[in-house]
């Protein structure tokens, strides 16, 4: 699971002197058309041609663009150091072009080279190199469309992340839940775990490449630390009742989580230095789906203590809890975004599920899906697109995502059952 052999030159590639974009992508507009943006095959190493096809499909799974299709493109073989026949590509309507070059160095590492291009304005608008052993050309592509991606938004990118989660098999009476990870784009499944006891709510470091999650055997229930880079697995605690939904604080120095004990669930902070925990609510109601706010100040969770579950906030001591949700149905797996803009959580109306978004002072609440079970929100790191799992009637749950304003819902590529999801920052 190591990530080895990527490195980004920070040179930028020169043509002619680069100019402010005159294309802007408003990620903010209710509704915008999607950018149109071609991306050749890359020249030189026949890895090139895998390496396209990647980059167009990140960029289209955002909805801010609209890749264009290969059979129009009015050039092919283009060179990364020649400057394109402008008028050739607007007359595809193409308003950006992405070309590039793979060349393979005499130590057997690839060097990959791009440029980002305004048709329109005939000027280049980035151009970048990178470095990496051959197994790594997939996290070239993803790191070239998070390039591309902020370039055109102001944003930053997420495609070059991974996202850990529950692959699930068996049948009711003997469930099978293993830990899975793969790239965000559904490539390199792996196996975490070997299916001999059922795991729950994995979560993401937020500062590095570690997972928290739940193991459920008979003999009680048992928080994890596992460390993806080395495969080093740590028990943080043993429970012999149940323990629910632990998650990183955002130094990834603490975790937090919900424990029963005495037939009542309450929150508890442990230090991972020390394993010291600290028990945060004493409320009699069950308290649960702890998240902390980006500057660890605050932390978000779900409570019952009014009747049904709702969100509230209380500071990282346990001190001041408010509640924020007040429209009607059942709030539960409350997560802050990572730029501290909104919640995340799952809310039932009826025989509905949706997930949803609300400021952190339970203001602008806004409903993004809607299905027979739509749960467990994650956010990308960059706060711009969630990934949660949705089930039909009778079916076996999958992974979705949706962006924050609701307009772009998308099946992940991962075809198999799956729930629990948990999105990785964006990989060194």
Known sequence: ??????????????????????????????ATAPLPIAVPAFGGSPVGTQIAPVITADLASSGLFRPLDTAIFPDRGLDVNTQPQFDRWKAISAQ???????VGEADGRLRVDFRLWDTYAGEQLLGLQFTSTPENWRRVAHKIADAVYQKLTGEKGYFDTRVVFVAESGTKVKPVRRLEIMDQDGANPSYLTDGSYLVFTPRFSESSQKITYMALRPTGSTIYLLD????????????PGMVFAPRFSPDGRKVAFSAEKAGNTDIFVMDLASHATTRLTTDPAIDTSPSFSPDAGQIVFNSDRGGS??????????????????????????????????????????????????RPDGSDERLLTTSYLDEGPSWAPNGRVIMFFRQARGGRPKLWTVDVTGRVTRPSPFPLAASDPAWSPLLN
């Not at 950006?96 to 793979?102: E, F, H, N």
């Not at 993806?228 to 429970?239: D, K, S, V, W």
């Open 96 to 102: 950006a072009l992405v070309t590039g070059q793979v």
């Open 309 to 358: 579950p709702q969100l509230y906030v209380m500071n990282a001591d346990g001190l001041g809890a408010r509640r924020i949700s007040f429209g009607a149905g059942r709030y539960t797996t409350p997560v802050w975004s990572p730029d501290g803009k909104f919640i995340a959580f799952t809310k039932q109306t009826g025989d509905e599920f949706h997930i949803g978004v609300m």
């Open 228 to 239: 993806i880079e080395t495969t080093r697995q740590e028990a943080l605690g043993h429970f």
């Open 1 to 30: 699971m190591r990530l080895r052999g990527l490195i980004l030159t920070l040179a930028a590639l020169l043509l002619p002197a680069l100019a402010t974009a005159e294309i802007v992508v408003n990620v903010d507009q209710g």
